[in-house]
Structures are given as C-alpha cells and as structure tokens.
C-alpha cells in the first residue's frame, strides 16, 4: 500500500486533482455542468448528492475513462485525454457495482488484477497477504467470491484496487446496498487507508457516509456543484445548530401557524423546523396548541443543508 502500518501522513497544500468548468455531455443531456473543484493530497474528498447529479460522470473523468466534453482536468498535474495510461497506473478504483471474478477465489482476484499492472507473482502474492489481512479477509483466502457477504465483496474490491499501491483512491458509492454493520467495518477501513497516507475522493448519497468520512466535499445537485466545504462548514453556514421533525395527521395548512418559530420546511411526509434550540421550539410548537402526532428533535446534518439549498430531500 502506499504507506505502512503505523505511518500517519496529515494533508497537504499540493493538488493532485484540479477541475475548472468541468463538462460533460452525453448527446444533448449535460451530466456535468462546469464544475470548478480540486483534491489535496492526504485528504478524503466527497462529491454528495442524490442520484443523477452527475457524480459518477465526475469519477468517471477523473479516473481517465471516459474525456470531458469541456473545461479542463488535471490529475497528479497530467491530461487525463493524453495520459490516461500513466494516471490509472496510479489509481486505485472501486466502481459501485463489484465487479469481481466470481469464478475465482478472494485471493485469485487479487493475484489476477495485479498481473494486469505487470507486477512481478512474487510481489503480487506478497501483497495478497497484506491486503487480505487489512481488509480482515485472510481467513477467506480460498473461498470462492460467491460465498462472501455483501459487506465482504466490498472489502475485497477495495483490496484488489490497492494490489498496485495507488496514490489516489476513487470510490462511487462505497456502501451503497450494506447493512449498517458492513457499512461501519468498510467506513473503518476507508478511515485506516487514510491515515496511511493514501488520497482517497468518493461519491455518495448518505449524508452520515459524507460527515463521517469526508475532510471537505461539494454538494451536487442537478450536474451543478451547489456548496463546498467541510461537513461542519456546511452545516454551520446553510442550517441552524439543530432540527425539529414533526409529523401531522393531516398538515394542510400547519406551516402558516408555525411562522416565527423558525426556519419551516414542508417536506411531504414531515415539517422540519431549524431552530437554534430545538427543545424551545418544541415547546413553542405545543404552547401554539399543536400537537403533532410525533415529533423529534436532532442536530442538523448534511441532508438539511442539502433541503435548504434545493428544497428536496437526497432521497428524492
């Protein structure tokens, strides 16, 4: 891997990606609409958003797949149009859909990618070891890929992606699809691969998966980056420090008595109220003679701060 147990690197000045007005066009359908981002080395970068944003092109163009339409890519200071080769020589990639070798065993796939980047058999078995261990699959060493878990599927995806020892790790929706068991011990491993030093930029639609893992991330909504920062920066710029969530037989009409007591939005299934103090406002629900057939108070999340900036839910 790209650097060894017990190494701790902290994030540095130096970009290894850089995008100004970033396009891409499929036909007459825009996927990607001039977006401006950059990636620094050692950091964990996030693109969040729902589904169809345009995140997966993004990655798709950074991974020197598929040529952007417009604007310009640079990743480690190289065109990913003229020099896709010696990029993805240094990438390690893990698609959203596992894309592994059923008819092998775990540690076959390992051994058969490395053959791809032309490693000797001595160092890819070597690596084997090392990466099963990491991911916490040794002991399925010679089991068949189609007897694995979900959670273990992915786990051995992102190990075949580091056979090759990239500097740069690229993740479209690592957890999509997992229990929230699996989802905790992949976020466990993601969070070790970065402590070691290794660059990693994901994609996903789970605001708990962005706040989690993510130094910074942009917020993409309809193939346009609506806001960047870190977790805490967003949700301290866009949304107050907590959230009311109330739920009303029929809510017709409920938004206009509730004006003053916060921000409101009127989602269809809930009313979500922003409010400093969410216990207050609670209260100030109730002293207004509403009851609500439940309620619930939390701190704010990534998700609100998406609600507030298009008026939709990421699960829309």
């Known amino acids: 891997m790209a650097a060894r147990a017990g190494s701790v690197r902290t994030v540095s000045e130096e970009l290894l990606i850089e995008a100004q007005a970033l396009t891409k066009r499929y036909g ?19 693109f969040l958003g729902p589904n169809g944003a345009g995140k997966s092109s993004t990655m798709r163009m950074i991974g020197a797949v598929s040529p ?5 890519l640079r990743v480690f200071g190289r065109d990913p149009a003229t020099d896709g080769p010696a990029i993805r020589e240094r990438l390690g990639v893990v698609p959203q859909e596992d894309n592994l070798d059923l008819e092998l065993d775990v540690a076959e796939n390992l051994l058969v990618y490395g053959r791809f980047f032309g490693l000797p058999r001595n160092v890819i078995r070597r690596r084997t070891d090392e990466l099963l261990d990491f991911v916490q699959l040794a002991e399925r060493r010679d089991s ?12 051995l995806t992102i190990a075949r992606a580091l056979v090759n020892e990239p500097e740069l790790m690229l993740l479209d929706e690592p957890t999509t699809g997992l229990d929230p068991q699996a989802r905790h011990a992949l976020w466990d491993r ?11 930029v994901l994609t996903t639609h789970y605001m708990d998966e962005a706040e989690q893992l ?17 977790p805490r920066e967003l949700i301290a710029r866009f949304v107050e420090a907590e959230v009311v969530e109330l739920r009303f037989a029929v809510q017709n009409g409920v938004a206009a008595e509730l004006e003053g007591i916060g921000r409101v939005e009127v989602l269809p299934d809930r009313i979500v109220i922003g409010a400093e103090d ?4 609670l209260d100030a629900v109730h002293a207004r003679g509403l009851h609500p057939d439940s309620s619930l108070v ?11 900036l298009t008026g939709r839910s990421l699960v829309d």
């Not at 952007?68 to 310009?72: C, D, K, L, R, V």
């Not at 969410?278 to 406002?281: F, N, R, T, Y």
């Not at 939390?298 to 507030?308: G, H, K, M």
């Open 214 to 230: 993510c130094d910074r991330l942009v917020i993409m909504d309809r193939a346009r980056i609506v806001a960047e920062g870190s």
């Open 190 to 200: 993601l969070y070790r691969l970065k402590q070691r030093g290794v660059t990693l």
């Open 278 to 281: 969410g216990d207050a406002a």
């Open 68 to 72: 952007p339409s417009a604007g310009t």
């Open 144 to 155: 068949r890929v189609d007897s694995l878990s979900g959670g273990m599927k992915r786990r």
């Open 298 to 308: 939390r701190r704010s999340t990534l998700e609100d701060v998406f609600l507030t």
């Open 28 to 46: 007459e359908f825009v996927a990607v609409d001039g977006i401006d981002f950059g990636v620094r080395k050692g950091e964990t970068f996030g």
